[in-house]
């Protein structure tokens, strides 16, 4: 069978099998349709029962997947709910605005190395994942990222920012 005849015969099935498992029709579709898309990205060959199963059996393992998710969301935001942010002023979203610009005026005169490493370390890696990320030593990264910060003041300043 081809994969269009596959699809045709096996993606309603396989829909109204997930939405049983599921109960959302949405969340099964997606599912039944990442099932095909693995199906036809691996190749898998076989009789038309063995496709079946494998599909079958694929779909099952996305809605196990699916839910194994969605109770660690859970879990993680029992544990650390979220609180909304209050509501910012017009000024304060002007404010906020601004200051990215800036920000990112100073980045863009600066070495390419230099604001890399900057934003990297700023979006938290570390020393070692900096100096992998960059091909750089480990050990220089602490002079680099200093010399780095000082040409960004420096640049902050030339832009009308304050460092």
């Not at 596959?6 to 997930?18: G, I, S």
């Not at 494998?54 to 969605?70: C, G, I, N």
């Not at 859970?74 to 906020?96: A, D, F, G, I």
């Not at 570390?126 to 990264?141: K, M």
Request: proline share 5%; charged share 30%; glycine share 6%.
């Amino acid at each position: 069978m081809t994969f269009d005849e596959t699809f045709d015969a096996m993606y309603e099935p396989l829909a109204r099998y997930c939405y049983r498992l599921g109960g959302d029709r949405d969340v099964a579709e997606d599912i039944a349709q990442e099932a095909m898309v693995r199906f036809f990205e691996r190749g898998i060959e076989g009789s038309d029962a063995g496709v079946r199963s494998w599909l079958f059996k694929t779909a099952t393992h996305l809605v196990r997947d699916r839910y194994r998710v969605e109770e660690n969301r859970k879990h993680l935001l029992q544990e650390t709910p979220v609180t909304p942010m209050p509501p910012t002023t017009p000024e304060q979203s002007l404010e906020v605005h601004e200051t990215r610009a800036m920000a990112r005026s100073a980045l863009n005169v600066l070495p390419e190395r230099d604001k890399e490493m900057l934003l990297l370390r700023y979006s938290g890696f570390s020393y070692r994942e900096i100096a992998n990320v960059l091909d750089v030593a480990t050990t220089s990264v602490g002079t680099l990222l200093a010399r780095a910060e000082h040409k960004f003041s420096k640049a902050l300043e030339t832009t009308g920012g304050t460092p």
